[in-house]
């Protein structure tokens, strides 16, 4: 008789492809969040939640709390010592795209084809962590 127990990894798979992802306001409300949504990512976009003009350090400890892994294009959150504190202080998953210049399509794509490294990489990884890419897709871990 066979068991209907998950097996650890069948269950942890799903457990990583049903983590949130959360779309920064930097990245748009549609295209990036459509393109996921369409390759099979749980997806929740900033300004579903948030006043458009809410501070970082409000949305962050929000999503932080929620587990969720967030998606931007806001390099400099990494740098400013405010939203860096909050990111740390929330325990926050961020990717980060650098490549500068991309159209919305475009990024949608690029972060298409980061998907399973986000999922994988990001996914698995203890917070506070953050992670950048470029359009080649290659998460890197950053030191926080």
């Known amino acids: 008789m066979k068991s209907k ?5 069948s269950s942890k798979s799903r457990q990583l492809e049903e983590r949130t992802l959360f779309v920064d306001r930097s990245l748009g409300r549609h295209y990036v969040a459509d393109a996921l949504r369409k390759a099979g990512a749980l997806v929740e976009v900033h300004d579903t ?6 501070p970082d350090e409000e949305w962050l400890r929000e999503v932080g709390r929620k587990n969720w ?3 931007t294009k806001d390099a400099r959150i990494r740098h400013r010592p405010n939203e860096l504190s909050a990111l740390k202080e ?4 961020a990717v980060v795209l650098t ?7 475009q ?3 690029v972060f298409v084809k980061a998907l399973r490294a986000i999922q994988r990489r990001a996914g698995t990884a203890r917070p506070p962590a953050l992670f950048t890419f470029g359009r080649d897709g290659k998460l890197k871990p950053q030191k926080l």
């Not at 490549?99 to 399509?105: E, S």
């Open 5 to 9: 127990k998950r097996s650890a990894a």
């Open 49 to 54: 939640h948030f006043q458009t003009n809410a």
């Open 69 to 71: 892994i967030v998606l």
């Open 90 to 93: 929330a325990r926050v998953v």
């Open 99 to 105: 490549a500068g210049n991309l159209t919305g399509p």
């Open 107 to 109: 990024m949608a794509n």
